[in-house]
C-alpha cells in the first residue's frame, strides 16, 4: 500500500514531529553557509564606515573595513561576496565602472591578496551606481521617456567585465537585463583570456518595490524616470521563463532571480526547467521589513529570518544572496 493509503488511525503524522531528533532526521530542505552570499557596498575612502540608514546593520565601507567585515565573516563560515561599487565620480556613460583604479578593481586586489583563494568574490556588473543619471547604460530620452541604448551598452559592459576578471574576480554577474549581455560578456571575456570564468547572469530580474533601500545602499537611484523597460513585470511568469533560457542559450552558468521572497514561484519554475544552478538574491527590501518589525517588536527576528532563507532554499535556490547572510551564519552554525 502507498503512503497515501495510510489513513487514521494506521498512520499518524505526529510520529515524525514528537522529538528534536525526528525532527532534524527527516527535514527535507537544509540551510549551509555554504550557500550564502553576503553583498557589500565599497567605497574607495580610507577607514570609512557609515550605515544605511534603511537597512539597520548594513554598511558603506572602505576597502579596509570590508577587508576586516570579510575576516569575521570567513570566521563564521561565510566565504562568498557579492561586491558594489560606489564610485567617487559619475559621468553619462559610467566610465569608472571600467577603471583598473575603481573601487571594485582596487577591491578586487585587496581581497585577494588578505585572503587568497579563501574566498569567492563575485563583482556586479551594471553601470546604475557608475552613471551620473542613475540607469543602467547609455541612454537618451524620447517624449520624457528614457530610452536604454541597448547596444551601445554591450561593449561597456564587457569591458568592464574584463577588468573585474583581471584584477581577480572568480564570478561576474551582470545585473543590467540587456538583450544580448551573456553573449557579449562571454565573448569579452573569452578574448581577454579568461574563458575559466563563469557568469552568473541575473536572468529573471523584477521591476520591484523590494529594491527601495538598495537605492540608497548602493547611490544609484534613477534621477529621471524608471527602470521599467529593462526590467520585468512583476505579473509575468513566462518571460521570465524565456528570459532565463536566452542567458542559458547564451552562455550563462549560472541564473538568478530577483527578489526572492514574492517570487519564490519563479525560483521553483526555473529550478525545474534547468540543471545550472539557481541563485535567489533575498533583496533590500525584503531585509528591511524584517528588521522593522523585529525593531517594535512585532516578531522573532532570529526565527523568521531562518524562516525567510529556508523558504527560498525550498523553492530551489542552490545559491542564496542575503543581507542576513552574516547574522544567519552564527545560528545555522549553532543547529
Known amino acids: 500500500m502507498s503512503d497515501a493509503g495510510s489513513a487514521f488511525p ?18 527535507e530542505t537544509r540551510l549551509h553557509t555554504d550557500q550564502l552570499v553576503y553583498p557589500l557596498f565599497l567605497r574607495d575612502r580610507p577607514g570609512f564606515r557609515q550605515e544605511i540608514s534603511s537597512m539597520p546593520g548594513q554598511f558603506q565601507l572602505g576597502i579596509d573595513a570590508a577587508t ?56 556586479d556588473e ?23 541604448e541597448n547596444d551601445r551598452t554591450l561593449p561597456l559592459l564587457a569591458k568592464q567585465t574584463v577588468v573585474h576578471a583581471q584584477a581577480g574576480a572568480d564570478i561576474v554577474a551582470p545585473s543590467g537585463m540587456l538583450d544580448g549581455a551573456i553573449g557579449a560578456i562571454r565573448a569579452g ?68 532571480v530577483k527578489p526572492a521572497l514574492a517570487y519564490l514561484d519563479i525560483i521553483r519554475e526555473v529550478r525545474n526547467r534547468t540543471l545550472l544552478p539557481v541563485a535567489a538574491y533575498n533583496v533590500s527590501g525584503e531585509y528591511a ?26 523553492a530551489g535556490a542552490d545559491i542564496i544572496i542575503s543581507y542576513h547572510a552574516v547574522e544567519a551564519a552564527d545560528w545555522i552554525g549553532r543547529g
Open 126 to 148: 551594471c553601470f546604475c551606481e557608475y552613471t551620473s543619471h542613475g540607469h543602467c547604460g547609455i541612454i537618451h530620452t524620447e517624449d520624457d521617456r528614457v530610452v536604454l
Open 68 to 123: 576586516a567585515l570579510i575576516e569575521k565573516a570567513l570566521q563564521k563560515g561565510i566565504q562568498s561576496f557579492l561586491l558594489f561599487g560606489i564610485p567617487e565620480a559619475k559621468d553619462p556613460e559610467g566610465s569608472s565602472a571600467w577603471d583598473h583604479e575603481g573601487v571594485v578593481a582596487k577591491s578586487l586586489r585587496a581581497f585577494r591578496k588578505a585572503f587568497g583563494n579563501a574566498i569567492c568574490l563575485i563583482t
Open 189 to 256: 571575456l573569452d578574448g581577454a583570456g579568461f574563458s575559466h570564468l563563469p557568469i552568473l547572469a541575473y536572468s529573471a530580474k523584477f521591476a520591484s518595490g523590494f529594491y527601495g533601500p538598495f537605492r540608497e545602499a548602493a547611490q544609484s537611484p534613477p534621477q529621471f524616470g524608471d527602470r521599467s523597460s529593462y526590467q520585468m513585470d512583476p505579473a509575468n511568469r513566462l518571460e521570465a521563463l524565456n528570459e532565463v533560457l536566452l542567458d542559458i542559450g547564451e552562455g550563462a552558468d549560472m541564473v538568478m
Open 10 to 27: 494506521a498512520f499518524r503524522g505526529r510520529r515524525r514531529r514528537n522529538s528534536h531528533g525526528l525532527l532534524d532526521l527527516t527535514r
Open 289 to 314: 521589513m524584517i528588521k522593522a518589525a523585529a525593531a517594535k517588536g512585532w516578531l522573532d527576528e532570529k526565527r523568521v529570518i531562518l524562516e525567510t532563507l529556508t523558504s527560498i532554499r525550498r
